[in-house]
């Protein structure tokens, strides 16, 4: 067997020191990062990792999370932990594409930072075993972190990888972790959790609220979208997402759909907001509300709100009131 392998990198420490346990012992390492709108950027890139790896030992690869991962969001088979998060499918998924890779690249094993029994969903030892199974990549299939509290993979067996330099990690504690990462003048690696989006609570109500959207099929833009701004349900499947800010304002004109409809209000500064779903005469007054509510013109009593396809500039107007916050906290996400 080559020695080569594959290890799956999020950014977080326990995704470093696994790869620096394999470099170290003479593994060429293709590093494979998965990227998706519900991962939060982490901010250790190929730069930071050269202090850390001998340069010549390792590369990183990028893969996009497409549509297959969110057809996966919306129905796993091993459900969701305790927000929308699909653990064990989302792992079993990750492991699929890096077993694509070990086979191109005729690689020895694939490897992970995950740890025994720190995560509840997906770091149980029978969870575990699952991965290894529905990934096809079963005995090729290495936690460095906790290698030596579970059985041998075949680079172990074979002597290809020493498992008495691997490690015995298990639990939730980060001590061990935080140890070894001064020993090898690791720093600046973010905290843990918090990287994932679907783990988030109010991320997973709105997630939770358009998954019931009839014939909905979850796509990037959505998850874009779900990330920013004040969501509003203004019946089923009716939608409106309101700016925050200017950055959040542009953010909605860019990942809107050209079936979307943009409000704004005229004369005074005010939020950017989309409207999704085929909306009816009383949605597009709803909507002209709640957006003229969170403009600086808020205290008057009628407020002129444009709206407009965003695939084209015909603009309509409506004068509206703005809505009274008692009947705004029922159209609320
Ligand atoms: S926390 Fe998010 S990224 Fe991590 S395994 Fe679960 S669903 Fe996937």
Partial sequence: MKKLAVGLYSGGLDSILAAKLIVDQGFYTILVKFMSPIFEERQVEIGDLNHILPSGYFSLRKIEMGEDYSLLLQSPKYGYGKNVNPCLDCKIFMMKKAGQILKEQEGSFVFTGEVVGQRPMSQRKDAMRIIERESGLNRHLLRPLSAQLLPPTIAEE???????????????????????????????????????????????????????????????????????????????????????????????????????????????????????????????????????????????????????????????????SPVHDEVLKNYKI
């Fill in 158 to 320: 074979s002597g290809l990888i020493n498992r008495e330099a691997l490690l015995n990690i298990s639990g939730r504690s980060r001590k061990r972790q935080i140890e070894l990462a001064q020993k090898f003048g690791i720093s600046g690696y973010p905290g843990p959790g918090g990287g994932c989006l679907l783990t988030d609570v109010s991320f997973a109500r709105r997630f939770k609220m358009i998954l019931q959207e009839k014939n909905k099929v979850i796509q990037s833009d959505d998850l874009q979208l779900l990330k920013i701004g004040r969501h509003f349900m203004i019946r089923s499947g009716i939608r409106l997402i309101v700016g925050r800010n200017h950055s959040e304002n542009q953010k909605i004109l860019a990942f809107g759909k050209k079936s979307d409809w943009i409000f704004q209000v005229i004369g005074a500064p005010g939020p950017i907001s989309l409207g999704r779903g085929n909306l009816e005469t009383a949605d597009f007054e709803c909507a002209a509300a709640i957006t003229a509510r969170y403009s600086d013109a808020k205290a008057q009593e009628k407020i002129p709100v444009g709206f407009k396809l965003r695939k084209n500039s015909h603009q309509h107007i409506l004068e509206v």
